[in-house]
C-alpha cells in the first residue's frame, strides 16, 4: 500500500480541504490556483471569509465563489471523493444564486 492512501489519524472523512474542493468541483483549473483563491481571502464560507486554503467544508455547507464577473452562492450535498466530469461534480451542489 502507498503512502499516498494511508489518511492521517486526525483525517475526517465528513469534511474536506476547502482548496481541494475548489478543484473537485472545477471552480479552478487546477489545485495550485484553487490554494491561491482561498488564501486570497475571496472565497466564503458560511459567511465567513476564508483565509487559509486548509479550512475544512462539510456537508449542508454554503460558499460563496468569486469567478471573475460572477459570484457563484452554492450548498454543498455531497463531498465529491475526486475530481470527475463536469456533469458528475454538478450533483455534489446546488446553486443557489449566481449573478454579477
Given at each position: 500500500?502507498?503512502?499516498?492512501k494511508?489518511?492521517?489519524?486526525?483525517?475526517d472523512p465528513s469534511?474536506?480541504?476547502?482548496?481541494?474542493?475548489?478543484?473537485?468541483?472545477?471552480?479552478?483549473?487546477?489545485?495550485?490556483?484553487?490554494?491561491?483563491?482561498?488564501?486570497?481571502?475571496?472565497?466564503?464560507?458560511?459567511?465567513?471569509?476564508?483565509?487559509?486554503?486548509?479550512?475544512?467544508?462539510?456537508?449542508?455547507?454554503?460558499?460563496?465563489?468569486?469567478?471573475?464577473?460572477?459570484?457563484?452562492?452554492?450548498?454543498?450535498?455531497?463531498?465529491?471523493?475526486?475530481?470527475?466530469s463536469?456533469?458528475?461534480?454538478?450533483?455534489?451542489?446546488?446553486?443557489?444564486?449566481t449573478?454579477e
Amino acid at each position: 500500500m502507498s503512502a499516498r492512501k494511508i489518511r492521517e489519524p486526525g483525517h475526517d472523512p465528513s469534511a474536506l480541504r476547502i482548496d481541494k474542493l475548489l478543484w473537485f468541483l472545477r471552480f479552478a483549473r487546477n489545485r495550485t490556483m484553487a490554494k491561491k483563491l482561498a488564501n486570497k481571502g475571496h472565497v466564503r464560507l458560511n459567511g465567513r471569509r476564508v483565509d487559509r486554503a486548509h479550512m475544512m467544508v462539510r456537508q449542508g455547507d454554503i460558499l460563496t465563489i468569486p469567478q471573475g464577473r460572477e459570484v457563484h452562492v452554492i450548498r454543498i450535498s455531497a463531498l465529491p471523493l475526486r475530481r470527475g466530469s463536469a456533469p458528475d461534480v454538478q450533483s455534489c451542489f446546488e446553486r443557489l444564486r449566481t449573478g454579477e
